[in-house]
């Protein structure tokens, strides 16, 4: 994983698991828009304009191999022995 860029499987797995449900989203649209195109059948070439998924999923990837910012733990310099 971190080959690809994530810090750790669990920000590959959100990432995935985002992927995986917009895809899921596309095809029900695709569905949908197929059905309706063969009750009209006007202009069967023209889609809704959406964000396109490939945008989406790229944004899921850059969003996933951003680490997360972890507050930085100063030592206390007042040790006594």
């Known amino acids: 994983m971190k080959r690809e860029g994530y810090p ?3 920000a590959f797995q959100k990432v995935y698991n985002k992927a995986e ?8 649209e695709l569905w949908a828009w197929k059905n309706q195109m063969e009750q009209k059948k006007e202009n069967p070439l023209e889609q809704p304009k959406k964000t396109s998924v490939l945008e989406k999923l ?24």
Request: charged fraction near 35%; charge should be positive; glycine fraction near 2%.
């Open 8 to 10: 750790n499987v669990q």
């Open 21 to 28: 449900t917009l895809i899921i989203e596309y095809n029900e």
């Open 58 to 81: 790229h944004h899921y990837q850059q969003e996933g191999r951003q680490q997360p910012k972890r507050p930085v733990k100063k030592k206390s310099m007042d040790r006594e022995r």
